[in-house]
């Protein structure tokens, strides 16, 4: 719509992007009567508003923002990385798998549509296109095989009943346990190497005995679990997993 504003008005006719370190970033031009100077905002999407004061310009308006560009630069920098669409998996690309990285290799001549990767074989209808739907579903699949066993020969070790175990597509926890002793697991935890998917069946385990994290909790993990500092560091080195 603001295009369409500034098209219109002949003497007010700018290009409506700012160069900023040689990219061209989406500038909306706004009147506001009550702004008494210019002002320049970098909006959550990346763009920015040049607000023109009462009396002001829009060439003079363009001159403040062409010399704030350094500013927005660095605003630019601080933004989270956009946009939030998750990053494609192709042919080649690296991911990880129990905690190292390996690569997704399609066979040879498209070997009938199958991607490989850490001794795991994925069908997939189209080499060329994004892996990541169909590698994913495998991983939620592994996980789920391989996950809840382990969940109750820990619960059987440590004398604890579990009601039920999921694994689950969750985005922003590794795993959680309900007071009715349902104990959720997320499916990228078959991402982590082993000693880090222990230490998160072991925690979730302990909450069955413990629905806190008091200093009593923690003692009971360790106990259980004498690598989880090591994995909590491995955790947050490796936060962007979830995202
Ligand atoms: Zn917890």
Not at 46 to 59: F, M, Y
Not at 63 to 75: D, H, K, T, Y
Not at 77 to 101: C, M, N, S, Y
Not at 158 to 184: E, Y
Request: aromatic letters at 8%; hydrophobic letters at 35%.
């Amino acid at each position: 719509m603001f295009d369409f504003i500034l098209k219109r008005n002949k003497p007010d006719a700018v290009e409506n992007f700012l160069t900023v370190r040689g990219r061209q970033i989406p500038l909306a031009v706004i009147r506001n009567h009550r702004a008494r100077r210019y002002l320049l905002r970098l909006r959550p999407d990346g763009s920015v508003r040049l607000t023109i004061p009462r009396r002001g310009s829009v060439i003079e308006g363009r001159w403040f923002a062409e010399r704030n560009a350094e500013w927005v630069g660095r605003q630019l920098e601080k933004l989270p990385a956009h946009p939030v669409k998750p990053k494609q998996w192709l042919d080649g690309t690296e991911i990880l798998f129990r905690g190292e990285t390996v690569k997704l290799e399609a066979g040879e001549n498209g070997e009938s549509g199958l991607i490989r990767f850490g001794g795991e074989a994925v069908k997939v209808t189209d080499h060329g296109a994004d892996l990541r739907p169909a590698i994913e579903r495998h991983l939620w699949r592994l996980a789920a095989k391989e996950l809840p066993p382990r969940v109750l020969e820990y619960a059987t070790l440590h004398q604890l009943s579990v009601r039920r175990i999921s694994v689950r597509n969750q985005r922003s926890r590794w795993g959680s346990c309900s007071r009715r002793g349902t104990i959720s697991l997320n499916w990228r935890l078959i991402q982590t190497p082993v000693f880090v998917q222990d230490y998160i069946l072991i925690h979730e385990i302990m909450h069955l005995r413990e629905m806190n994290h008091s200093s009593r909790f923690w003692r009971e993990v360790e106990r259980a679990c004498p690598d989880c500092e090591t994995a909590e560091r491995w955790l947050k080195q490796h936060s962007s997993l979830l995202k």
